[in-house]
RNA sequence: GGAGCCAUGGUGUAGAGGCCCAACACGCCUGCCUGUCACGCAGGAGAACACGGGUUCGAAUCCCGUUGGCUCCGCCA
């Protein structure tokens, strides 16, 4: 048989119970020191690391064998077991305390020398990790990575099965729909002229399985939104997508909670606070200018708008008159941050949309500001009192619409807390966010956007506001927040149609579109539809947050760049005239 | 669509207008070495400095553009 088949031990699993043993260990050269007369080399597999030794006194054939192997060659390797003399123990090796005393070895597979090294804590270009991402997998941490991702999964199916959810699959090539992001496309050659969508998410076929009667559906599922990228965010991405029919809001979000806490602690070893903080959107809003705030450090906003309305500085005054806000943030002992880091920090608001950044800065002999003199002594009292404020610290401001001027100072909050070192990196704090606004205005098509989808249900007492004051409508959805990332998102749907239909109207489709477009759910709901509602986790943030990386490419085998393009196998390409012939597609120049 | 940062042997970096037909470490090749463990020692090969223009007597270095990467804004129901 062929020496590679021989395995008799994975090589992390050797220690000193099996001394004396004779055993086949089987994989890569992970290092190799040659000493002239006696070369060591250290086998690595899946397990883990082991040392070979190879004496040419005592098994010329073997060491011959060993000479000639090079880093990254598979190779197997037999002999005995031996502890080793404890004056040479590997303290950095679990399996240091033994070797295996090469007596006889073959060399299974070559290879080229590599294009980086397989370690951790290698800083490569992630062009070529991508490129050459079979060799990047090799080194642990991806390794643990991907393994830690597959627990995970594991995890999860094992909980959702335990508590009656079926997990059912959607298909991949659907319809597409106009809400939304952009759909991934696929031409159909069948019906030429006509394209199915990858899915943005199983949406209308879950609920069109809660009409089934299946009451508890799961799938983990991979989604696509062909929009661009982030450090958390890729074309195609791995979705806990769930569905429950007559599970209240509290009692869903509650299931959850003990999903994703019983995940970080089991497969992470992560402890959880619960019951999760829970905060409504404008709470989020108000107090941290987020929807989706890292709790792991507190540095509240202040609305100081009703203290600024009446004053002489007219920025301020102008904004509030005209329905905006004036936030207000109290940095404590900020006062002696740098002009370089206000002008930064001043430069952070400005991306966010914030047209500047008001300081005043409390030093040891009193409040310095430009705009100071422009506030009463009472105006300056009530300011100060508002946010707290005591000598040493710095009281930033941003005047704009409620959204802008909570989001910009938010940010600046966020960015005050990374700079200053408030955020204790062990800590995982959860949240759910509820009770978000129904709608959006959509400036630029000039109308009103599902802000989570159309499907969401208003909260009953907001219904009276649909067409009157749909800004006031309030929605039954909820968000899992966890360290600033929003980590999974659902709500309560609508199962009545004819309340599904005054949604459409609402954001302005007509109902020939609404049928056309979205028929079979409202005819389905026509059929006895039970109340239900759901949510989904994006696994891969997930992952990313249990395995402690700061972007989701490490926590997928085969991600994309920035520019949806994957290095290893050149994908996206150009394909035959042919192919496009057969599909009767015709490429444009512009 | 917009902004910022980055691009030098296989890998990571050094280089701040002449010191550079480019240096160092790791890797690779050759030789020596019997207890190494990031083995050590000696020697060697390997780069038209991402690409295209420009400024200059002279450009890896300055300017413009392109491409690619990363990050962010917009976008992501």
Redesign the pocket.
């Known amino acids: 048989m062929d020496a590679a088949y021989r395995r008799t031990a994975l090589c992390g699993t050797l220690g000193k119970t099996q001394v004396g043993e004779t055993v086949t260990i089987v994989g890569w050269v992970h ?8 070369i ?1 080399i ?1 086998v690595r597999d899946r397990s883990g690391i082991v ?1 070979a ?1 190879f ?3 005592t098994d010329a054939a073997a060491y011959q064998v060993a000479d000639q192997m ?2 990254e060659y598979v190779v197997a390797v037999s002999g005995v077991l031996v502890a ?2 404890p ?4 303290p ?2 679990p399996t ?1 305390e033994v ?1 295996v005393r090469g007596t006889d070895a073959v060399i299974v597979s070559r290879s080229k ?5 397989i370690d951790d804590d ?7 990790r991508l490129r050459y991402r079979y060799l990047d997998l090799r080194r642990p941490t991806m390794h643990e990575s991907i393994v830690l991702r597959a627990k995970a999964m594991k995890y999860v199916r094992d909980f959702l099965t335990q508590h009656d959810f079926v997990e059912i699959e959607t298909p991949l090539l659907t319809r597409s ?1 106009p ?4 759909d991934f496309l696929v031409p159909s050659r069948l019906q030429p002229g006509s394209f199915y969508a990858l899915p ?2 199983p ?1 209308l076929l879950k609920q069109i399985l809660m009409i089934s009667g299946f009451e508890r559906y799961f799938q983990i599922v991979r989604c696509f ?1 062909d ?7 890729q074309p195609e991405f791995t979705q806990i997508d769930i569905e429950t029919s007559f599970l209240s809001q509290q009692a869903l979000m509650d299931l959850m909670e003990a999903m994703i806490a019983g995940l970080f602690e089991s497969v992470g070893g992560i402890h959880c606070e619960r019951p999760f903080v829970r905060l409504t959107w404008d709470e989020a809003m108000n107090r941290y200018g987020s929807d989706k705030p890292d709790l792991r450090f507190e540095l509240p906003l202040t609305d100081v708008t009703s203290i600024v309305s009446q004053s002489a500085f007219q920025v301020f005054a102008k904004v509030a008159q005209q329905g905006g806000r004036v936030m207000g943030l109290r940095v404590p002992q900020g006062a002696r941050l740098t002009r370089s880091e206000m002008d930064d920090l001043t430069a952070h608001a400005a ?2 949309g914030a047209k500047g950044l008001a300081w005043i800065a409390w030093q040891s002999d009193g409040p310095h500001s430009p705009i100071l003199k422009f506030f009463t002594q009472q105006e300056q009292k009530d300011l100060f009192g508002a946010l707290g404020a005591q000598e040493g610290d710095l009281l930033l401001f941003v005047a704009d619409q409620r959204r802008i001027a909570q989001t910009a100072l938010g940010q600046v909050r966020l960015k005050l807390g990374q700079q200053l070192g408030l955020i204790d990196e062990h800590l995982y704090r959860f949240a759910w966010i509820t009770d978000f606004p129904m709608f ?1 205005y959509n400036d630029e098509e000039k109308r009103w ?6 499907f969401t249900a208003p909260r009953e007492e907001d219904l009276p506001y649909l067409e009157s004051a749909p800004e006031r409508v309030r929605a039954k959805a909820y968000d899992m927040v966890l360290n600033g990332y929003e980590i999974g998102g659902g709500s309560q749907r609508i199962y009545d149609p004819s309340v599904q239909e005054r949604i459409f109207a609402r954001i302005g489709l007509t109902p020939e579109e609404a049928h056309d477009k979205f028929g079979f759910l409202v005819e389905a709901l026509q059929y006895g539809a039970p109340p239900h509602g759901g949510i989904a986790f994006g696994f891969d943030r997930l992952l990313m947050l249990l395995a402690g990386k700061e ?1 989701i ?1 490490e926590v997928i085998a085969f991600p994309k ?3 949806g ?1 994957d ?1 290893l196998t050149g994908a996206p390409a150009p394909v035959d005239e042919k192919q496009l012939r057969e599909l009767r597609l015709q490429l444009r120049r512009t």
Not at 113 to 117: C, D, E, H, I
Not at 227 to 233: G, K, Q, T, V
């Open positions: 290092r190799r020191r040659d000493l002239g007369g006696l060591f250290e040392q030794v004496n040419p006194q090079r880093l080793r003399d004056q040479t123990y590997n950095h090796l240091g070797e020398p590599l294009p980086f090294g290698l800083n490569i270009d992630e062009t070529v729909t809400e939304g992001a952009r943005q998410s949406q939104r929009e661009d990228l982030r450090a958390d965010r991306t966010y959006e956007e599902a802000e989570h989808h159309p972007n490419r760049t920035a520019s393009a290095p």
